[in-house]
């Protein structure tokens, strides 16, 4: 897939399951991503102190991830090392593709909702240029706002596919806007057939719909 794709962005949750041997695994497969694509490292980490450094230590270092995803929830001071290298960098939770993802992201505190207020920080702790946004695109509804708060930050964009998300509602959503956007398919790509084909199933899968996304 990687003449269709920008980026990769391994789950850690599925190579952390099987222990020693999917972390090993886990760093075979960053491994394998040519050079030149970014590298995403989907682990939603957020914690403070020792404990923060300790994951941007395993993120960057260990497994040479160019970025990774972090929960904002412990504040920015929680986030600090993930971005305090410029040639690293963090995309910060804000509004997630899960249904539940209206529990807490778009509760309003002092007149505006948590993602915005999430957004802000981000923005705020965006000095040197390696903090980007988590918006799912299953809420294409609330994409112009973050958008407009968003000073330019950089989209991570997940729930194209298996959860729902619309391409169309999401070209809708962005059209006007030139921050960059990474949308993140997963399974409709990984999972396109079961048959002895499947290497060519999933390459076709990645061709359509990076068609779909440009035209």
Same mark, same amino acid.
């Given at each position: ?10 789950? *850690? /949750?599925?190579?952390?399951?099987? &222990? =020693?041997?999917?972390?090993?695994? #886990? ?5 394998? $991503? ?58 910060? *939770? /804000?509004?997630?593709?899960?249904? &539940? =993802?209206?529990?807490?992201?778009? #509760? ?5 909702? $948590? ?26 509804e609330s994409l112009p706002e973050i958008l407009d708060i968003a000073d330019g930050l950089p ?18 959503? *962005? ?5 960059p956007a990474f949308v993140n398919v997963s399974r409709k790509i990984i999972y396109a057939s ?22």
């Open positions: 897939t990687h003449q269709f794709a920008c980026a990769f962005k391994p789950n *850690l /949750a599925f190579y952390e399951a099987h &222990g =020693s041997v999917g972390w090993d695994q #886990l760093k075979k497969t960053i491994e394998a $991503i040519p050079e030149g694509k970014l590298v995403i490292v989907d682990a939603k980490r957020g914690d403070i102190g020792n404990t923060a450094k300790a994951y941007a230590i395993a993120m960057f270092d260990e497994l040479k991830a160019d970025m990774v995803t972090v929960s904002p929830y412990l504040g920015g001071d929680s986030l600090a090392p993930f971005i305090a290298d410029r040639d690293k960098g963090a995309f910060v *939770l /804000a509004l997630t593709s899960n249904p &539940g =993802s209206s529990d807490i992201q778009e #509760l309003i505190a002092a007149g505006r909702s $948590i993602y915005s207020h999430v957004v802000r920080l981000a923005v705020s702790l965006n000095q040197l240029q390696n903090v980007g946004l988590v918006a799912g695109a299953t809420k294409p989209l991570l964009i997940p729930g194209i596919g298996a959860q729902g998300g619309s391409v169309d509602a999401l070209k809708s959503a *962005l059209r006007g806007y030139s921050n079961q048959s002895d084909s499947h290497e060519w199933d999933v390459r076709e899968s990645a061709m359509k719909l990076c068609d779909e996304l440009v035209r």
